[in-house]
């Protein structure tokens, strides 16, 4: 399922990340590599903000969309 659908406070295990390359590289560069564990902070008007690799990283509903946990 979507990171999107994770609910707030829920741990999830990436399983592959979606979309064109650029937003790929993108999203490894801030820490969403496949075996990688998010777990969700928050939901605010469809963005969230995530716990991942000792960092809150915000992003928004069509990114999260693209992450397959």
């Given at each position: ?5 994770v ?16 937003q790929k ?17 928050s939901?605010i ?23 397959i946990?």
């Amino acid at each position: 399922m979507p990171l999107a659908l994770v609910k707030t406070g829920e741990k999830a295990a990436i399983k592959k990340i979606g979309g064109r390359d650029e937003q790929k590289k993108y999203l490894e560069t801030l820490g969403f590599v496949v075996g990688g564990a998010v777990t969700v902070v928050s939901e605010i008007n469809g963005n969230m903000i995530v716990h991942i690799k000792d960092s809150r990283i915000a992003i928004s509903r069509e990114m999260a969309n693209k992450i397959i946990v």
